[in-house]
């Protein structure tokens, strides 16, 4: 007798996403399969991708997702932000450095200014304090204002 196969496929094997799969026809007879082809692998079907380690402090960000299929692992290093880490401790360096030239400043008696906070980054304070003191504004460099009085001979103070 001669084997007369099914019309519609039977799916022997469903794919996944690592294995192929496979579809047979059958005899309508005596049940043997005539026709086996296979059904390609499906794709990943991946979740959210997840940060694994690193910040924005310590670049690069390392993320995964997981196939909830094989449960592969798929990882990506990202490069964001990576400027923030170096700008940051700019900032902190340079306020620090700002801060240790106010103190200083104080403890010598200077007014803090623009000008005298520039001469001390030049010069040092020794320059500031041998500087002559400022005609135009009426200002000394020790927030004092000049005084052109003569002082009487009693006046001790």
């Not at 170096?86 to 106010?102: D, E, F, H, S």
């Not at 010069?123 to 005084?147: L, M, Q, V, W, Y």
């Amino acid at each position: 007798m001669e084997h007369k196969q099914e019309e519609e496929w039977f799916v022997q094997q469903e794919p996944t996403c690592t294995y192929e799969g496979t579809k047979v026809k059958r005899c309508v007879y005596c049940g043997e399969t005539i026709k086996v082809e296979k059904i390609p692998k499906t794709k990943h079907k991946f979740g959210e991708w997840v940060t694994v380690e690193g910040s924005v402090w310590n670049a690069p960000i390392v993320k995964t997702r997981i196939c909830s299929g094989c449960f592969s692992e798929e990882t990506k290093k990202v490069y964001a932000w990576v400027w923030v880490k170096p700008v940051v401790t700019l900032l902190v360096i340079l306020g620090v450095l700002v801060g240790i030239i106010v103190i200083l400043m104080r403890q010598k008696g200077i007014q803090i200014t623009v000008a005298n906070i520039k001469e001390f980054c030049r010069n040092g304070i020794r320059d500031i304090k041998d500087r002559s003191k400022d005609e135009a504004s009426g200002d000394d460099i020790f927030g004092g204002t000049k005084k052109n009085e003569k002082k009487d001979k009693d006046d001790i103070f």
